[in-house]
Each structure stands twice: as C-alpha cells, then as structure tokens.
Nanobody
Framework: QVQLIESGGGSVQAGGSLRLSCAASGRTFSIRTMGWFRQAPGKEREFVASISWSGGRTNYADSMKGRFTISRDNAKNTVYLQMQSLKPEDTAVYYC?????????WGQGTQVTVSS
C-alpha cells in the first residue's frame, strides 16, 4: 500500500521559514517524481514544485522560484520543501504528491499559516 506522510507545517510570521517533509512508503521502487501542491481557502490547488526521483531534476512554479527549494533523500524515500521569505499569501494546505509508476498519489496535506 502506497502512503505519503507529510510533516513540518505550522504557523510562522512573514519573512520566516519552514521545511516540509514527505515520506513515501509502499512501492517506493516505482517512484518517478515527487512534488508539492498547495491549496489556499477558496482557491484551486496549484503546483508548487517537483523533483524527478532518479536524476533530481527540479521544476518550480514561477512565484516560488528563489524562495522555495525542493530536494530529496532517496535512501529515506523522502522529499523536502524548504520555504523561505514566506508571505501571508503562501498560507495554504500543502500536499505532497508522487508518481508511482504512472499512478498519482496524494498525501493528506499539512497546513502552513503565514501571519503578517
């Protein structure tokens, strides 16, 4: 059974930093890509960043470039999202996502709240 367990969300003041983690379990040998999406209240879920599992190629949404960094630890089957210079508009539920051999899976989400 595939599972994605997120951690690291919380509340922070504007300008602060947070690091999210997402640990995958199950058919981890079949992971192709892992990434992060977010959904703010009243808005659609949006792409944040992704990383390929074998080559480590990264991709970011334009609004996150320079502030967010995605990385992975293949040995731990874990992907991280380091978020810096956080803004109130970054407030959202952040979801981990993974492509397991062509099948997408989602984590349960972790709340990030940035106060001004």
């Amino acid at each position: 059974q595939v599972q994605l367990i997120e951690s690291g969300g919380g509340s922070v003041q504007a300008g602060g930093s947070l690091r999210l983690s997402c640990a995958a379990s199950g058919r981890t040998f079949s992971i192709r890509t892992m990434g992060w999406f977010r959904q703010a209240p009243g808005k659609e879920r949006e792409f944040v960043a992704s990383i390929s599992w074998s080559g480590g190629r990264t991709n970011y949404a334009d609004s996150m470039k320079g502030r967010f960094t995605i990385s992975r630890d293949n040995a731990k089957n874990t992907v991280y999202l380091q978020m810096q210079s956080l803004k109130p508009e970054d407030t959202a539920v952040y979801y981990c996502a993974a492509d397991f051999g062509g099948t997408p899976y989602w984590g349960q989400g972790t709340q990030v709240t940035v106060s001004s």
